[in-house]
């Protein structure tokens, strides 16, 4: 007489978490995954187990991608963070910042005397998006001044 039962297949997410963000936290979260890896592939969870339900292998997830650069269009007004001098000189400039999602900006050769001026006191400024520039093998978003400089008064 066949028995009917319910039977689930498929791929599932489990997620497990540590409090203690420590060295220490993460050896251990790390031996409760291999316990539960291994719980799973040798012993198999539910009922049927004997019949060859319940059993399944974990693997980690890949890492995810990282978020998209954020795509300024020409005159967008974006507000920039100056970088402190020591940050800046790390990558070969003496005026740098950089944006609220942390993409490095430079500011156009013309307007760097003003935009030191105007960010002596305050690091932050708000700029005009003008173009992309790429310098060893780095990209940075370009910046100027508006044409009415009433914004900054």
Wanted: a neutral charge.
């Amino acid at each position: 007489v066949p028995v009917p039962f319910l039977a689930v297949q498929g791929t599932f997410c489990v997620a497990l978490s540590c409090e203690d963000n420590s060295e220490q936290g993460k050896k251990w979260l790390k031996f409760v995954w291999q316990l539960l890896g291994g719980a799973l592939s040798e012993k198999g969870i539910g009922g049927k187990t004997n019949s060859g339900y319940g059993y399944g292998e974990l693997k980690e997830l890949p890492a995810p991608p990282p978020p998209p650069k954020k795509e300024y269009q020409r005159g967008d007004k974006v507000m920039l963070t100056r970088l402190s001098k020591k940050d800046a000189e790390a990558h070969g400039k003496n005026l740098l910042f950089k944006d609220a999602d942390g993409n490095l900006c430079i500011v156009k050769k013309d307007d760097e005397k003003t935009v030191k001026e105007k960010t002596a006191d305050n690091p932050s400024i708000e700029l005009i998006f003008a173009t992309t520039q790429t310098q060893n093998h780095q990209e940075f978003y370009q910046f100027c001044l508006p044409k009415e400089s009433s914004a900054f008064g």
